[in-house]
């Protein structure tokens, strides 16, 4: 019955758009550019992910952008609310210190995405994995390009599923000072407050922008927690972050500092079991710094470098769990310095290549350390400093870009990663873009890594022979501008990861991590963009199949979902915007004690906002998340059986701007 | 299933295999920028009133992808109360008269040459050439990270009688005064 509905709703979607290929496919699309001033004209960006700028019909992958006008008119407050808009994004949020992201049908401890701060990947260094949640600054972000599929021949390990990089506002374009303040519901307050800077004649400017956050993200107690947690549940998250960016001729520093201060009580069910949820806190560190700088060695050639350092650590005065007898303390420290250097030499028209050499040196724990304190209600000492492991890994990689025979480009890629944690790693890409009047098409082969972190290696009884997990995937997309504001993409993936590290469990309680098994994932995704002066809006709906090599659903993925995407402004002085989720049933990884189910039941959700522009300086918002105040799940791999979703959320937010 | 995705997707993309010289909407970007940008610089230079043509010419030297995205504007905005036109010359000895000349990247072994047929004769001289400022030309493109941007000789619009706005002068990223 739904696969006909399904086909049903295909072949309508086909009828009309052939209709409308028909009506309007001779008009061309130059209007949104001329209505652009000169400044904006000037600020015009080209997508950055792939190394170097390039227009996102030309890089092989697939690529969709979230700008800051989206993030502010829909009034996104953390990176899974933004990405939630996208296809094939599906997460288990656990209201707790982490969310995670499955992308494509992976469901992982996000450690199969990269994310990235300009450029700067910010994964916790010990797990390989990104931490969700409001500790990013998205008042201070310019876009989010989220690369879709395997990307390892130019990023090397984790980037299995895809890329999110966070460009923050620079200097040229986002001059002048920034405050907003926001509250609502759930006790949730943010501040926060840029700040920039631009001297075009002697191209020098700086920005600075920070945030403080707080919220108790939604009701979970009891009832209304599925039971899982008492009355007197503690489930806060308080974020503070600070983005600097100074830019000297053809210098550039950066600076971002993220720190998430939240309750880990989520992580573990309470009812009925020994741990107590009060009196956890979770501080996780996040710095990165950087100094980047551009060099021209000729007419075509340019080369970049960057020096960063980053440290990701959890700090000592952490406390993860909370039993009858005993707070546990824990400490999990790490750092990393880095050297990239990266020549791009362009010949317009015939030859395009990116080559670039990378050193990493990597100060992790080998395992985290943890201090028991005497009693449920006292805090435990400060952890000492667990045993440190360095290890340096270099790499070296390249792209070129044939124009084969216009409108035909060939791209051919391929990295190689020499760790002393995790040896030799060869990782190729291969992709053929085609670009020609309102058609682009790709069709691309692309593998990937993600390798064990030296605490694998040791963790239980120890693995020495681990070897990393290893994604190959094909994708054919295709994207046709129907009309002048009317947009039409479509990508059909497969991919195979094999080589999972799944954990080897014995009689007598020891375990370690084994290499075994792989993960299947098949589907499709179609998205619809239409755009007209006062209304923007997109729709898409995914379909995708994940199983494992023997054929059997994964838990924790839907093979359906689907958003719709409206914003409509009128006379420029109101926008208002509402965003529609649908995520069908899944698979949960146990049985529900409070339905008898091993599903979690598909949910409709509908967020909306509506900003007024008073003048140039002010603007107000009052954004409803949960608009319904559907009561919807998410999926468990952890005590509780399914982790209940925030109810109807209420937020007023004031934003002030002084050029 | 397979084969109804396989089916739908050839028959929503087929009709772009079936006519290859449709639509000149995937010109290349970056040029379709620069287009943009050189239709607002006229808004921002003082043009001297003449009646040599009834158009406001803008001529393109040797093949360049920004001739098209030029023409598309050409259809759809007025300068000076006039409709644009669009021209591509072969060389610089084809040059009679025009508003503006566009000296792209592949002419850069005859910017010079070029210049100086073209200097003196209130003709405003955009390119795309590194260091072209140097050789006479007026604006010039310049790639800055992931945009496009400009510079600006003031020195040789003013000898040609150019004066452009503030606003424009502001937004180069260097200025030879």
């Not at chain 1, 972000?141 to 390892?152: D, L, M």
């Not at chain 1, 960016?245 to 201060?261: A, S």
Request: glycine content about 4%.
């Amino acid at each position: 019955m739904k696969k006909s509905r399904l086909s049903r709703f295909f072949m309508i979607l086909i009828v009309f758009t052939q209709t409308l290929y028909t009506l309007y496919a001779q008009k061309q699309n130059m209007d949104e550019l001329l209505d652009l001033s000169l400044e904006e004209l000037a600020n015009v960006h080209i997508i950055t992910t792939f190394k170097i700028p390039q227009k996102i019909k030309e890089v092989p992958a697939v690529i969709r952008v979230i700008t800051d006008e989206q993030i502010r008119n829909n009034g996104y407050l953390t990176l899974e609310e933004a990405l939630s808009t996208l296809p094939g994004m599906q997460f288990r949020n656990i209201n707790s210190f982490n969310s995670y992201v499955f992308m494509r049908g992976a469901p992982s401890q996000n450690n199969l995405i990269l994310v990235l701060i300009d450029g700067i990947q910010i994964n916790e260094l010990n797990s390989g994995g990104f931490y969700g949640g409001a500790q990013y600054n998205l008042s201070n972000v310019e876009r989010i390009e989220i690369v879709y599929g395997p990307a390892s021949a130019l990023y090397g390990t984790n980037a299995i599923s895809g890329i999110i990089n966070i460009i923050t506002k620079k200097p040229e374009k986002y001059s002048g000072l920034d405050l907003n303040a926001l509250a609502g519901t759930f006790n949730t307050m943010h501040i926060n407050m840029g700040y920039g800077y631009w001297n075009s004649s002697k191209k020098m400017g700086f920005r600075i922008s920070g945030s403080a956050k707080t919220s108790e993200k939604a009701d979970l107690k009891e009832k209304a927690g599925d039971n899982n947690w008492t009355a007197s549940l503690e489930n806060f998250e308080d974020d503070y972050s600070v983005d600097a960016n100074v830019k000297w001729y053809k210098f550039c520093f950066e600076l971002n500092y993220l720190e998430k201060r939240s309750s880990a009580a989520t992580y573990n069910k309470s009812v009925g079991t020994d741990y107590r949820d009060t009196g956890t806190f979770w501080d996780i560190r996040f710095f990165n710094t950087a100094l980047k700088h551009d060099t021209d060695l000729g007419p075509k050639t340019v080369m970049s470098s960057q020096i960063y350092y980053r440290n990701t650590s959890v700090l000592d005065n952490s406390v993860l769990v909370v039993t009858d007898t005993a707070q546990i303390g824990y400490y999990r420290p790490n750092s990393l310095f880095g050297f990239e250097s990266m020549i791009h030499y362009s010949t317009p028209k015939r030859f395009d290549l990116i080559t670039g050499i990378l050193y990493e040196n990597e100060n992790l724990a080998r395992k985290y350390s943890n201090t028991y304190s005497t009693g449920p209600d006292i805090r435990p000492r400060k952890p000492d400093e667990p045993p440190m492991e360095y290890n340096t890994l270099l790499s070296i990689y390249g792209q070129t870009k044939l124009f084969l025979t216009p409108p035909v480009e060939l791209y051919a890629g391929a990295r190689f990663d020499n760790s002393s944690a995790y040896h030799r790693v060869f990782t190729p890409r291969l992709g053929l873009v085609y670009n020609k009047n309102s058609l682009t098409a790709k069709l691309i082969y692309m593998e990937a890594f993600r390798a064990p972190k030296p605490w694998d290696y040791a963790n239980g009884l120890g693995n020495p022979l681990l070897k990393s997990e290893r994604i190959r995937s094909y994708e054919l997309y295709a994207s046709r501008v129907l009309m002048p504001d009317l947009v039409l993409n479509f990508s059909i993936y497969s991919n195979r990861l094999s080589n999972l590290l799944v954990k080897e469990s014995y009689a007598d309680e020891s375990w370690r991590w084994i290499n075994h098994g792989q993960l299947n994932t098949n589907g499709y995704e179609i998205c619809v963009e239409y755009r007209k002066r006062k209304i923007r809006s997109s729709a898409n709906y995914t379909w995708n199949n994940s199983t494992d090599e023997n054929n059997r659903t994964i838990p924790e993925i839907s093979r359906h979902c689907s958003n719709l995407i409206l914003q409509y402004s009128l006379s420029g002085k109101f926008h208002f915007s509402i965003g529609c989720h649908y995520i069908g049933r899944r698979k949960n990884t146990r049985t529900i004690s409070t339905t008898g189910s091993n599903f979690v039941d598909a949910a409709f959700i509908v967020h909306s906002a509506l900003t007024y522009v008073l003048s140039s300086n002010w603007e107000m918002q009052l954004a409803v998340k949960n608009l319904k105040n559907a009561e919807y799940y998410h999926t468990s791999n952890l005590s509780p059986d399914r982790y209940r979703q925030p109810q109807r959320t209420v937020i007023f937010k004031a934003g002030y701007h002084l050029k | 299933m397979t084969k109804k995705i396989l089916v739908s997707f050839y028959l929503l993309f087929s009709p772009c295999v079936c006519e290859p010289n449709m639509t000149n909407l995937d010109a290349e970007y970056g040029y379709e920028v620069k287009a943009v940008f050189i239709y607002n610089f006229t808004k921002y230079i003082n043009w001297i009133d003449d009646d040599r043509s009834p158009y406001f010419d803008i001529a393109v030297i040797g093949e360049s992808p920004i001739t098209e995205p030029l023409k598309q504007i050409a259809q759809k905005r007025l300068v000076c109360q006039k409709k644009i036109k669009i021209s591509q010359l072969e060389n610089a000895d084809q040059i009679d008269y025009c508003h503006i000349i566009f000296i792209p990247e592949s002419e850069k072994s005859h910017l010079k040459y070029i210049v100086s047929r073209v200097q003196n004769k209130n003709i405003l001289i955009v390119c795309e050439i590194k260091n072209s400022l140097e050789s006479g030309a007026m604006i010039n493109f310049v790639p800055a990270q992931d945009k496009i941007k400009f510079e600006i000789n003031l020195l040789a619009m003013n000898k040609s009688s150019f004066n452009p706005g503030s606003e424009l002068l502001k937004l180069a990223v260097r200025l030879i005064d």
